[in-house]
């Protein structure tokens, strides 16, 4: 047997905010490539957590997020500076116009990740020595992707 109970409407947004308030709060976590949680936070998208997490004020030199997961993520044009992100994977990352100066990127993958227009200036790269050879051609546009321009 069900019965039905009627209310105004302004009734009603108050027991909606009532409720609302009431519900647990969703976390975003930032994973490492062994899925467990670095960094957790009540932001609604991974970008906004990645970005709260390179500002934290306790940490005064720039996020530790060396090994996190953040492969597809959208970054686009966040603010990354100091951030570490060794080892990280960026794996198809969308990473165009966001802000890496004096991000550490040593070992991270970045295999397909998109950096057209990020700032790349003091940014730490370190080479694996690979084999990835690549045509003479292709060389200014390499290095025009990566934000460099030879002169």
């Not at 890496?100 to 057209?116: H, I, V």
């Amino acid at each position: 047997m069900s019965k039905t109970i009627q209310v105004s409407d302004e009734t009603y947004e108050k027991i909606k905010e009532q409720l609302k308030e009431k519900e647990p709060k969703k976390k975003t976590e930032i994973l490492n490539n062994s899925d467990d949680v670095i960094y957790s936070s009540d932001k609604e998208t991974i970008k906004e957590a990645v970005v709260e997490a390179v500002s934290d004020e306790a940490d005064l030199y720039g996020a530790d997020l060396s090994g996190a997961n953040l492969r597809e993520a959208n970054l686009r044009e966040a603010d990354l500076s100091g951030a570490d992100l060794s080892g990280a994977n960026l794996r198809e990352a969308d990473l165009s116009g966001a802000n890496l100066y004096g991000a550490n990127l040593s070992g991270a993958n970045l295999r397909e990740a998109n950096l057209y227009g990020a700032d790349l200036m003091s940014v730490k790269f370190y080479g694996k020595g690979g084999t990835t050879k690549i045509k003479k051609k292709d060389l200014d546009n390499f290095l025009k992707a990566l934000g460099i321009i030879v002169e």
